[in-house]
């Protein structure tokens, strides 16, 4: 709810000393984040030099496990990261060649809603239970477009037909609760959708959901997307949903992006031992009797980090060399990274 | 059964008396959410103040004679009202009686009062909270019209009618009005802990187990729902001494010629404009630094066991 | 209210087989292992009631109470073995109720409206369904949390809903739950040792108390766990490992029917072949029978040999995993199978993809007829006025509940 609530808390737009976006420059670039968490048990390296670009009208999926720091990165994207305990250490994350690590409270404020919007796994507690959904989507243009309540409330309206909520009109009264899960997980999208974002960050958006549900709400994000040629960039762990809509993928390992390529690549020849155990060892619906590999051991802890290859423990190939040293980003190929010191080895699979 | 106590207890102990052999030293040292807790507590400052306080409070009402060597009942009106010295560091009350002896002597009463009511509460209110919470339904609506009853009478009303009513001024008089009184505290919170325990998926598996309801209530909900308890029951025994002097300054409570804090201000508050004022700063003092020490235990105890801030 | 009937004359043809492999089947289940199996007289008093229970009265009940079952289901016989669990027509209405002091009836939520599973030795049924679909409730109602209200659950032919007391007790020792979330579902207070030693301090007579420390530590080593961690604390394990403790807890009492709900969804996808493996494994050492209860499709297809697919209280659509999945005849099955992602890109676009609209209906107040109707692009009049029985459709080999049944291939790519 917080999150929501500082979403909506901005006022009217004041861009002075903002400085000047560049068109030319990609949607969204970020170049080397840094994010740790400074806890009791030690300071934990939650996000460690994650590097990628993301452009209008297209998907680039964040990839990884809980502990792998992809809600984190969207969290220092969006600029909404609870610090304490976190903090930004160090990187850039660009809008059109600004530095949107490097606004004033305010600006960053701004840009929130109306240049980067946020959607949650949990649409129940990400909204007002006291206030109608119209009531709450309303707000949205009251407070920062300045619009009398009739006006808002016709805008509701419009956005509960654009994610397609049969009956509109009727249901822009109800309250939260009324409404059943994938619905709510549509309102949050309107919500998400109201000051027309040019990137729309979705983090784990249907992971509560059921699978037909998940379908519907997969369906409507795409088609969202293609409209309006938002950049969007989806948080999950499920790499079926990621093969089904993403154009570029990021895989995130103890705060690293491990490997990075575009989506059909990857699944047909990976490049770090991580991705392809991790494709080994999902049962596919499509696929009968096949055996499931098992990634041995579990994740690093962040604040007790392997010295070396952060997954070198827990790889079938791994080596001396990867217990020591920590692999920079190979080229594998053009826009295609690995973090695997022998990933030639992987790669041809 | 070897249920094992609800208490803290519980939590901590590494061995399970089931077995019935003696349990090989563990591997390592189990951490629980009692041990993790205490492992903070050890390190806050407001917590080792605190019991400080209530353990110098605990030895005055044990040992008195630690503190000092006088005699609270000796009193000579040759002495009446003297002024602090060295050899009674408080002076001497409007009788004649050593003022800082009857301080460490007043404590016993005080606190008296304050652990058989808490004791009281706990018992009543533990029942009370996990009959209505286990078992629901009709038990529970009883139950909670009766807490709605209580809670709607005016506390300290309340106490005075029936302490006037008793016409008994023991200390079982007013520990048995505070118990009447006070037990909803603990019966709200530990029926809406026991409630939540109770649909956790722990005592659903012991359930398909076909474990019985009093395996459920002692092993698997009690030792989860006690935390809360704990920390109403610590604050509880602070107020409860203030109570004590609240109702004997009301002239309901306590007596003399029984010592407590209670009396001690009652006798004092007539001097303080005669110019005696340590006569009642003294005995308000001890209590407003008890009732302190196990508020701010309590405190500790409650962002100590506070799963949400680990 | 046409229960599906369902199963009535194969149970009659069955009986002879039943009873010829109960025995043998109680001499499978004591000689799995532990010395400290419980003592004979017990075993022998469960062996007599198992063969008496699995003839006739079951078979009486259900043909007398569903008369007028004009087409009989024949359920799909897909291998030979005993029934370690038998579910008929198990209905479970949760009133609604209104007033405090004076409550009345003023309806009823169908949770689950008319069950028939069969469950043989080291064999997985999995149950799919959708949130609703009444997946949970069978569960609670299997395993002992919740009374039927009405219908028959059979544990190798001895009905838990007839059973009372210690007779009870006993018998659920024979079907045991991993359940779905590894964080709640240990008592946090308790060590790892008290929690699998548990189930030996309910059901007493199963291992000496002496024995009890080693048998846990046995437990342990057969889950994968070091048996030396015996005094930690739940908190202590990861998600993966303490799901391996709930799977110790559950295999304490060496039950023959392990239910499974949901068991690895909340575990990482890194974590999650390593715990259906262990299942895997288990069942092939001690013979188990799973019923697997999950959303997850995908994992589902890994594990079961049968499935049963749910959809607001009701099976409707029933039998061979391998061809429901290769070939389902339900529409709301082939919806939910085309609705799960495939991790292949390749696929994108060339799936057949059915995406439905609407929710799922309140279960209190159900459709009429088929219950799917009201979302069912096949839907007809028909639909609305004649439930449609889960029984085998022309071209298919397994049982689908719609008057409409056509085979369709949803999973895979079409060119």
Redesign the interface.
């Known amino acids: 709810m917080s999150i929501v609530s500082r979403m909506k808390k901005q006022t009217a737009p004041s861009t002075s000393g903002r400085p000047e976006a560049d068109s030319s420059a990609p949607l969204l670039e970020v170049e080397n984040l840094q994010v740790e968490f400074r806890t009791r048990d030690g300071v934990a390296k939650a996000v460690n030099g994650v590097t990628f670009t993301l452009e209008a009208g297209r998907t680039r999926a964040i990839l990884g496990e809980s502990g792998s720091g992809k809600s984190v990165t969207a969290q220092a994207i969006m600029g909404i990261l609870d610090s304490p305990p976190g903090y930004v250490t160090g990187g850039a994350v660009r809008h059109r060649g600004v530095d949107m690590l490097k606004l004033n409270r305010e600006q960053r404020r701004l840009m929130r809603g109306s240049t980067v919007a946020m959607i949650f796994q949990d649409a129940l507690s990400a909204l007002n239970p006291v206030f109608t959904v119209g009531f709450q989507l309303g707000e949205m243009f009251r407070v920062h477009r300045g619009m009398s309540r009739k006006d808002a409330r016709t805008k509701a309206i419009e956005l509960l037909d654009l994610v397609r909520i049969p009956g509109a009109a009727q249901r822009v009264d109800d309250y939260p609760h009324q409404f059943s899960g994938g619905m709510r997980q549509r309102v949050m999208i309107a919500m998400a959708l109201a000051l027309d974002p040019e990137i729309l960050i979705a983090d784990e958006p249907t992971t509560a959901l059921d699978v037909t549900v998940q379908a519907q709400i997969m369906k409507l994000l795409a088609e969202l997307q293609q409209e309006r040629s938002m950049g969007l960039l989806l948080i999950t762990h499920d790499m079926g949903v990621v093969a089904d809509v993403a154009d570029d993928i990021s895989v995130m390992y103890a705060g690293r992006v491990v490997e990075q390529a575009p989506v059909s690549e990857i699944y047909d020849a990976p490049a770090h031992p991580y991705t392809k155990s991790l494709l080994e060892s999902i049962p596919r619906v499509d696929l009968r009797g096949q055996e499931l590999s098992v990634i041995k051991g579990l994740p690093p802890t962040l604040t007790a980090m392997p010295p070396g290859c952060s997954f070198a423990p827990r790889c079938y190939m791994a080596r001396e060399k990867c217990g020591q040293e920590a692999p920079p980003a190979f080229d594998v190929a053009a826009d295609r990274i690995s973090r695997c010191h022998y990933w030639d080895e992987v790669h041809p699979a | 059964m070897s249920e094992s106590s609800p208490g803290g207890g519980a939590a901590t102990k590494t061995s399970d008396p089931a077995f019935g052999e003696v349990p090989k030293a563990p591997t390592e040292r189990a951490r629980s959410l009692w041990s993790d807790a205490w492992r903070d507590l050890r390190r806050d400052p407001v917590f080792i103040i605190a019991s400080l306080i209530v353990l110098a409070v605990i030895s005055m009402v044990l040992f008195p004679s630690l503190w000092t060597s006088g005699d609270p009942r000796d009193c000579d009106l040759a002495r009446a009202r003297q002024k602090p010295s060295w050899d009674a560091p408080f002076g001497f009350s409007n009788l004649g009686c050593d003022y800082y002896a009857q301080a460490i002597y007043g404590a016993g009463p005080s606190i008296q009062v304050a652990v058989f009511a808490t004791i009281g509460i706990a018992i009543v209110g533990t029942l009370f909270g996990v009959l209505s919470g286990f078992y629901g339904g009709l038990i529970d609506t009883v139950i909670s019209r009766l807490v709605d009853v209580v809670a709607g009478l005016p506390f300290l009303l309340g106490a005075v009618v029936l302490l006037a009513l008793m016409q008994s001024r023991s200390v079982w008089a007013i520990v048995f009005v505070l118990i009447a009184l006070a037990w909803i505290t603990l019966t709200r919170v530990i029926r809406g802990t026991v409630m939540t325990t109770k649909n956790m998926d722990y005592v659903a598996a012991a359930r398909s187990l076909g474990a019985s309801d009093r395996r459920i209530i002692f092993r698997h909900i009690l030792p989860n729902a006690m935390a809360p308890g704990i920390v109403v029951l610590t604050i509880a025994l602070g107020l409860f001494v203030s109570l004590e002097a609240t109702l004997t300054f009301l002239g309901v409570g306590l007596r003399a010629p029984t010592v407590s804090w209670g009396v001690m201000i009652v006798q004092g508050q007539s001097h303080v404009l005669s110019g005696y004022p340590h006569l009642l700063l003294v005995p308000c003092m001890f209590l407003v630094t008890t009732v302190l020490g196990f508020i701010l235990m309590g405190d500790a105890l409650r962002d100590a066991l506070d799963p949400k801030l680990r | 209210m046409s229960k599906k009937s369902a199963k009535d004359t194969p149970r009659e043809e069955n009986p002879p087989v039943d009873a010829a492999v109960v025995p043998d089947g109680t001499g499978d289940a004591t000689g799995k292992d532990t010395g400290a199996a419980s003592p004979a007289p017990d075993g022998a008093a469960t062996e007599a009631t198992a063969g008496d229970g699995a003839g006739t009265p079951a078979a009486g009940a259900t043909v007398t109470e569903t008369p007028r079952a004009s087409e009989p289901v024949a359920p799909p016989v897909l291998d030979k073995g005993e029934n370690v669990l038998e579910v008929r027509d198990l209905v479970k209405h949760f009133p609604i109720t209104q007033g ?2 004076l409550r009345r009836k003023v309806g009823a939520v169908q949770a689950v409206d008319g069950i028939n599973l069969d469950l043989r030795r080291g064999e997985t049924l999995g149950i799919v369904g ?2 609703g679909c009444g997946k949970s409730t069978l569960a609670k109602l299997l ?3 919740e009374r039927p209200t009405s219908g028959t659950i059979k544990v190798r032919g001895q009905d838990l809903t007839e059973l009372r007391g210690g007779d ?2 006993a018998a ?1 020792r024979n079907i ?2 991993v ?3 590894p964080y ?8 790892v ?2 929690l699998i ?7 007493t007579d199963v291992v000496p ?2 024995g ?2 080693q048998r846990v530590q046995e437990l342990l080593d057969l889950v994968g766990l070091n048996p ?2 015996i ?3 739940p ?2 394990f ?1 998600g ?1 490992q303490r799901q391996r403790i ?1 799977i110790a ?1 559950a295999l304490a ?1 060496e039950p023959e029917v392990l239910l499974c709900d949901e068991p690895v969804s909340a575990l ?7 715990v ?2 262990l299942l895997e494994k288990l069942q092939d050492e001690l013979g188990l029978s799973y019923l697997f209860i999950a ?1 997850d ?3 589902v ?3 079961a040999d049968k499935l049963g697919v749910m959809y607001l209280g009701r099976v409707v659509e029933y039998g061979n995993a ?1 061809e429901i ?1 290769e070939a389902p005849t339900h529409p709301y099955t082939q ?14 676009g060339m799936r057949d ?1 059915i ?2 609209e ?3 209906p309140s279960p209190a107040n159900p459709p009429s007829g088929c219950r799917f109707r009201t979302r069912c692009w096949k839907a007809e009049d028909v639909c609305a006025e004649e439930t449609p029985l889960l029984q085998v459709r022309e071209n298919s080999r397994h049982a689908s509940a719609c008057h409409f049944a056509q085979k369709r291939d949803v ?3 079409s060119a």
């Open positions: 405090i002091v959708e949130s395993i002992g949390l009870l007790l659920r045991q739950m359940f779905q979330d709640t579902s240990l008592n946090p207070r308790m060590t040792g008290d030693g548990e189930p030996f301090e309910i059901h108390r002496q009890r420390r030396d961690h005094n930690r604390y908190h202590q990861s993966g709930g807890r009492l990482d996808v890194s974590i999650q072949a390593q259906i493996n959303h499709l995908s994992v297809r890994h594990i391998e999945y919806a939910l199978l085309s609705a799960v992602p495939v991790p292949d890109p390749k696929l994108r993809e995406v439905l609407g929710d799922v999973v895979h790519g």
